[in-house]
């Protein structure tokens, strides 16, 4: 689909011109040129044959429909299942053009202003609901075509709690498609032999560190993601802040970014770092080194559930050799995590989301998504996908060879985790200038970069949290004045 908008795109990150429709495009020097003319034959004495009677013109093909996708699921192997899924569903839609196009999640915003810039705004997007209040408030989505696909799907069939989370004040905002709990994941083997406690607090984390890393096996005791350009490492954060009773605002609608107690979660964060591998540390580092038994502890998704198993994908397609005999048999996780103020479990709802002006079609597909090409998509990582119907969880639960591997205790924990899951943008009592200002400070990858400037010695946790605070305000200062 090509077609511009009007509409400022998210005003707090960048400032755009605003964009018309295009013109239609001039002619070319062909078709200006004058039609040449044939010249008549002479008239004959011979009156004119009638012409034989003509067959009806045919009917000319109905325009094709053009629905661009884009998709946060960008692993070589999952945007072929997607594709193969739009070939599948362009074979008995002959008059729809379904392209899938991957992107990079953390850099969406930037990447949906580019696209609009072009006039080449998707018309469907998979992307996790921390962005979507963002898109909203910028006048972006197209709320009612999500719930046209719930009323098709039947919102009697979703999970209990997914509509409310991807719902503002009584107005559905996406269409909710699969989700993920965040855990750490620690080598059970390995705190059992030294009679370490199980890391579900902030003492047993800081326990754990500290023995592991004086014993020198494994290398580290932790890889913590410090990296700057990334989202995984304010995933971490913002479990560890909520542990803390961490909150980007009170209930009287003010900034709170600068609170004691961010600046204890900050530095206790930050400390972590004296167990983790020196340098900037992202998700494919925490992973790779876990499966290489190079750390004890990491924190990730329920995606790794199935990297245990077969060793998680390298950039170039190959996979990495999982080099600890039965690793999942001896790694435990623990989803809750308990600081000094609290006790919080972190996880995301991804959505399939309308953009503004998207194509009427694009509604079909993404309900084919959710149902014919459900259990395709959930198999690319059966256990980081945890269905959102109730009529795909059994289908789900037996898709994989990856299930057998772990019990059932653990499996019903996982698929069970929208019941528990928290983060920021999830509070029910956030207006929709508060969630939209949350998605705003992931985009701007605000948290990851004074983690490393913590961790580097450029900021103290106090001097973070004031710049935090001021950044933040000023965020929502813009999203306020928005309509």
């Not at 961490?246 to 972590?272: C, H, K, N, Q, Y």
């Not at 245990?308 to 990495?320: I, Q, R």
């Not at 103020?341 to 998207?358: C, H, M, Q, V």
């Not at 299930?403 to 499996?411: E, K």
Request: hydrophobic share 45%; aromatic share 8%; with cysteine.
């Amino acid at each position: 689909m090509n077609r511009w908008l009007v509409l400022p795109l998210f005003t707090a990150l960048l400032s755009l011109a605003a964009c018309g429709r295009p013109s239609e495009p001039p002619p070319t020097a062909e078709s200006a040129q004058p039609t040449a003319v044939t010249p008549l034959p002479p008239p004959t004495s011979a009156p004119p044959t009638p012409a034989p009677p003509t067959s009806a013109p045919p009917t000319p093909a109905p325009p094709t429909v053009d629905v661009d996708f884009w998709t946060s699921d960008n692993e070589p192997s999952r945007v072929a299942v997607y594709r193969a899924l739009a070939e599948r569903y362009m074979a008995a839609h002959p008059g729809v053009q379904v392209t899938i196009v991957p992107f990079v999640e953390s850099s969406v915003l930037a990447q949906l202003e580019a696209a609009q810039a072009a006039g080449q705004l998707p018309d469907l997007i998979r992307l996790s609901m921390e962005w979507v209040p963002a898109l909203d408030s910028s006048g972006l989505l197209d709320s009612a075509a999500a719930q046209a696909v719930v009323e098709a799907v039947g919102a009697s069939d979703f999970r209990s709690g997914v509509l409310a989370m991807a719902t503002d004040r009584g107005r559905l905002l996406a269409v909710p498609y699969d989700g993920w709990i965040q855990a750490l994941w620690y080598r059970r083997d390995l705190f059992e032999a030294s009679g370490l406690n199980r890391p579900i607090s902030w003492a047993d984390l800081n326990q754990a560190c500290d023995t592991i890393e004086a014993s020198g096996t494994p290398a580290f005791a932790l890889v913590l993601p410090t990296f700057s350009n990334q989202s995984y490492t304010h995933q971490i954060f913002e479990q560890v802040a909520m542990s803390n009773n961490v909150w980007p605002f009170d209930a009287a609608g003010t900034v709170t970014m600068d609170t004691p107690e961010m600046v204890e979660a900050l530095r206790f964060f930050s400390a972590l770092q004296r167990c983790s591998p020196p340098g900037p540390q992202d998700l494919y580092s925490a992973r790779e080194r876990y499966e290489l038994g190079e750390t004890a502890m990491l924190f990730y998704s329920t995606y790794i559930m199935d990297d245990l198993v077969e060793g998680s994908e390298n950039a170039d397609g190959g996979k990495v050799t999982i080099a600890v005999a039965e690793l999942p048999a001896k790694t435990g996780f623990t989803a809750s995590l308990t600081g000094p103020n609290g006790t919080a479990s972190y996880g995301r709802l991804e959505t399939l989301s309308f953009l503004a002006g998207a194509e009427p079609a694009a509604q079909e597909v993404a309900r084919f998504f959710l149902q014919e090409g459900y259990l395709d998509i959930l198999a690319t990582a059966p256990l980081g996908k945890v269905p959102v119907l109730e009529s795909a969880l059994e289908a789900w639960s037996t898709s994989s060879p990856i299930f057998a591997v772990y019990s059932p205790a653990t499996l019903g924990h996982i698929a069970n985790g929208f019941a528990t899951m928290k983060s920021w943008v999830l509070r029910p009592d956030y207006s929709l200038a508060q969630k939209a200002t949350i998605g705003v400070i992931e985009a701007r990858l605000l948290l990851p970069q004074v983690i490393e400037q913590i961790v580097a010695g450029e900021l103290t946790p106090e001097s973070a949290a004031r710049q935090l605070q001021a950044e933040v305000e000023a965020i929502y200062q813009i999203r306020l004045k928005q309509p």
